[in-house]
């Protein structure tokens, strides 16, 4: 299993705490119970932040006339909504929300020319909330195809996830589901994407990152 750059530091850290607790509890405890359960805790809690930072392997989207899902999560939101930044208009609406045992990578969701990128500072609330796509920290992403037609994403941070990690700047080239950044933790990716769209996906459907489609541009 091949381990995302973004995990390196939360693993070693987490490894090293571990270790030196199982030498303190080996030096200073006499119980094996206690020793025992030090150990299986351990274990499983480096398992865990292992199983966070995983980056798989997979056979990804490749369509100009779709936009591929940027996370893995739920589809908790298809609508449209009035979108007042970038692009003044309405918009289709499409969040998806990821638990704490999803893949955290964000994905392009079409390629071209990276047209927009802004960084807000925001609150921390539950990213499974409405609107925690406004009101939490975020980066609004616009990515423009070579036909002309953009489409916004929005990295998420929620009550959990502090920290939002964006890979591309403004002028920059996109690759559809190509790396775009990393999410820590629970939180959400909201697509925006004005015009004429034929939504793929419902509320509550599972959707993989840079393989699922989530809309078709007409």
């Keep these: 299993m091949k381990i995302h750059s973004e995990g390196r530091p939360f693993i070693l850290i987490n490894t090293a705490v571990w270790i030196i607790v199982a030498i303190a509890v080996c030096v200073f405890s006499s ?18 932040v292992i199983f966070f930072f995983r980056t798989p392997v997979r ?39 990821l638990n704490l045992f999803n893949v955290h990578i964000t994905w392009f969701p079409t390629g071209g020319e990276v047209t927009y990128c802004k960084y807000y ?37 929620g009550i959990v996830a502090r920290r939002v990690v964006c890979y591309t700047h ?5 690759r559809q589901a190509g790396e775009a950044g990393f999410i820590k933790f629970g939180s959400r990716l909201t697509v925006l994407i004005p015009g004429d769209v034929e939504p793929l996906v419902k509320v509550g459907d599972k959707v993989k990152g840079s393989v699922s489609a989530l809309a078709r541009l007409k």
């Design 121 to 157: 500072p925001g609150a921390h609330t539950f990213a499974f909330l409405p609107k925690s796509s406004e009101k939490n920290e975020h980066t609004s992403i616009v990515v423009k195809d070579e036909n002309g037609r953009e489409v916004m994403f929005r990295q998420i941070a």
């Design 170 to 174: 403004q002028g920059d080239k996109a």
């Design 59 to 97: 056979k990804v989207i490749d369509d100009p006339s779709l936009v591929g899902s940027p996370a893995d999560g739920k589809v908790v939101e298809v609508d449209k909504v009035f979108v007042k930044e970038y692009f003044g208009c309405e918009c289709t609406r499409i969040s998806i929300f």
């Design 31 to 48: 119980s094996d119970i206690l020793k025992a359960l030090v150990a299986v805790a351990a274990l499983f809690l480096i398992g865990v």
